[in-house]
Nanobody, 118 residues
Framework: QVQVVESGGGLVQAGGSLRLTCTAS????????MGWYRQAPGKERELVAS???????NVVDSVKGRFTISRDSAKNTVHLQMNSLQPEDTAVYYC????????????WGQGTQVAVSS
């Protein structure tokens, strides 16, 4: 059994900051990468940022320079530091953990709500 748990969401004014944390626990042998996705109302879920066990990061253009992803591999934990938040960042943020790039196990958390007021 593997659990992926997110925390750190909330309501913030435009220009503010939040820090999201995700921890994967349970019977997980190894992690290829962990990432943050978001889904706004009426929109599809999209990648925000991901980081591999080796430290390589992938950050989408819309949040580059504002969001930073980091990890603590020993604790199977990933953080998303979000600065200069804008109303368009409002969404449910989900953490995804993969054991392989392809054909591995894929685990998702329940999501944490981020709301940015103008």
């Amino acid at each position: 059994q593997v659990q992926v748990v997110e925390s750190g969401g909330g309501l913030v004014q435009a220009g503010g900051s939040l820090r999201l944390t995700c921890t994967a626990s349970g019977s997980i042998s190894s992690i290829y990468d962990m990432g943050w996705y978001r889904q706004a109302p009426g929109k599809e879920r999209e990648l925000v940022a991901s980081i591999t066990a080796g430290g390589s990061t992938n950050v989408v253009d819309s949040v580059k320079g504002r969001f930073t992803i980091s990890r603590d591999s020993a604790k199977n934990t990933v953080h998303l530091q979000m600065n200069s938040l804008q109303p368009e960042d409002t969404a449910v943020y989900y953490c995804r953990t993969r054991t392989r790039a392809f054909f591995g196990d894929d685990y998702w958390g329940q999501g944490t709500q981020v709301a940015v007021s103008s």
